[in-house]
């Protein structure tokens, strides 16, 4: 195809490169590095093991040396765009989107349950490093590299030890989902069974509100309840028991690369506060009651309310 008829779309997030979309709209092309071919090939590998993902068409090398990438579009509307157009006044989420989330999660996790991965020692702890990036959390917050935190975080490793590994997507959320599959495995790894999808509408908590809808405890509790369904049937195990040992990896996740640079950026440095209070109430909550509940999680705004600028260091 002609490059002339690509519409961009949207630089890449995490990586260099932008994503362009075909002028019919049936096609997504993506350029970059290395890593976009370590991504499509993994992208390929697991089409074949039939998990719900969009499939490669074409790739090669650019007139000026990048890599591209072209796969088929799985539709127009993301289930996070599908929640922001059908918001009514109403914080929560629509039923369909959260019936719908509930679909897709359980065609992935059926897909990585037919092809379990064989744990080597270690393993769980490389995807608590690397899915918590807990490298980067406890540089930029030196505090919370302690007794406490990691006495927490190796109760959830005993927890999730006999939880079978599979490859997953390592950022799965409502933005990468859409009604036939999963779009966008830059970040994928081996994960315990459940990690990306268990907690796919707690996370949205972490956002602080500023994504303009929740999922309400009822919601939450229907679409686990999907997954468990699922899972029981697929390995004789409710995938929603890990979900607390989740939630507080997904914590580090947000908690990662939050500090900034810029002294001056107020706005940043209450951003990276907020996350920091959210990661220790869930510490709270697991170490007093063994489970995190993200319905006590106070929004952006409510936090900064209690926490004035003249408070800042
Ligand atoms: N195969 C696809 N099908 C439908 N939409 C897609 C597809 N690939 C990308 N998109 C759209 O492009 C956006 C950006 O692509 P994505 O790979 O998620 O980039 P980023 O890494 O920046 O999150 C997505 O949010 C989605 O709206
Ligand atoms: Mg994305």
Same mark, same amino acid.
């Given at each position: 195809?002609?490059?002339?008829?690509?519409?961009?779309?949207?630089?890449?997030?995490? +990586?260099?490169?932008?994503?362009?979309?075909?002028?019919?709209?049936?096609?997504?092309?993506?350029?970059?590095?290395?890593?976009?071919?370590?991504?499509?090939?993994?992208?390929?590998?697991?089409?074949?093991?039939?998990?719900?993902?969009?499939?490669?068409? &074409?790739?090669?090398?650019?007139?000026?040396?990048?890599?591209?990438?072209?796969?088929?579009?799985?539709?127009?509307?993301?289930?996070?765009?599908?929640?922001?157009?059908?918001? !009514?006044?109403?914080?929560?989420?629509? &039923?369909?989107?959260?019936?719908?989330?509930?679909?897709?999660?359980?065609?992935?996790?059926?897909?990585?349950?037919?092809?379990?991965?064989?744990?080597? #020692?270690?393993?769980?702890?490389?995807?608590?490093?690397?899915?918590?990036?807990?490298?980067?959390?406890?540089?930029?917050?030196?505090?919370?590299?302690?007794?406490?935190?990691?006495?927490?975080?190796?109760? =959830?490793?005993?927890?999730?030890?006999?939880?079978?590994?599979?490859?997953?997507?390592?950022?799965?959320?409502?933005?990468?989902?859409?009604?036939?599959?999963?779009? &966008?495995?830059?970040?994928?790894?081996?994960?315990?069974?459940?990690?990306?999808?268990? *907690?796919?509408?707690?996370?949205?908590?972490?956002?602080?509100?500023?994504?303009?809808?929740? =999922?309400? #405890?009822?919601?939450?509790?229907?679409?686990?309840?999907?997954?468990?369904?699922?899972?029981?049937?697929?390995?004789?195990?409710?995938?929603?028991?890990?979900?607390?040992?989740?939630?507080?990896?997904?914590?580090?996740?947000?908690?990662?690369?939050?500090? *900034?640079?810029?002294?001056?950026?107020? !706005?940043?440095?209450?951003?990276?506060?907020?996350?920091?209070?959210?990661?220790?109430?869930?510490?709270?909550?697991?170490?007093?009651?063994?489970?995190?509940?993200?319905?006590?999680? #106070?929004?952006?705004?409510?936090?900064? +309310?209690?926490?004035?600028?003249?408070?800042?260091?």
């Amino acid at each position: 195809m002609n490059e002339n008829n690509w519409r961009f779309v949207k630089k890449r997030t995490a +990586a260099d490169g932008a994503v362009y979309v075909s002028a019919d709209k049936t096609r997504y092309r993506r350029t970059g590095g290395a890593e976009l071919q370590t991504e499509a090939e993994f992208q390929r590998r697991i089409a074949d093991l039939g998990y719900p993902v969009p499939h490669v068409l &074409d790739e090669g090398v650019t007139d000026d040396g990048h890599y591209y990438v072209v796969e088929e579009s799985l539709g127009d509307q993301t289930l996070h765009e599908r929640a922001v157009a059908s918001l !009514d006044g109403s914080p929560d989420l629509s &039923d369909d989107v959260v019936d719908t989330a509930g679909q897709v999660a359980a065609r992935l996790l059926r897909a990585q349950a037919a092809h379990l991965v064989q744990p080597t #020692p270690g393993t769980l702890r490389q995807w608590l490093e690397s899915a918590g990036f807990t490298q980067n959390v406890f540089q930029e917050n030196p505090d919370l590299d302690n007794t406490r935190t990691h006495t927490a975080l190796d109760d =959830a490793l005993d927890h999730l030890e006999t939880v079978p590994l599979v490859w997953g997507h390592l950022d799965y959320g409502l933005p990468n989902v859409l009604s036939t599959g999963v779009i &966008d495995w830059q970040h994928h790894g081996l994960v315990p069974l459940g990690y990306d999808i268990v *907690p796919a509408l707690e996370i949205i908590a972490f956002k602080g509100g500023n994504k303009g809808y929740a =999922a309400s #405890p009822g919601q939450r509790g229907r679409y686990l309840a999907v997954l468990d369904n699922a899972s029981l049937n697929a390995t004789g195990h409710p995938v929603s028991q890990n979900l607390s040992a989740y939630l507080l990896v997904k914590a580090l996740f947000f908690l990662a690369l939050m500090r *900034p640079t810029d002294p001056s950026r107020t !706005d940043k440095h209450l951003k990276w506060q907020y996350r920091r209070h959210l990661f220790t109430k869930g510490l709270e909550q697991y170490e007093r009651t063994g489970t995190v509940d993200t319905a006590h999680f #106070p929004g952006l705004e409510e936090f900064a +309310a209690g926490h004035s600028t003249g408070d800042h260091p």
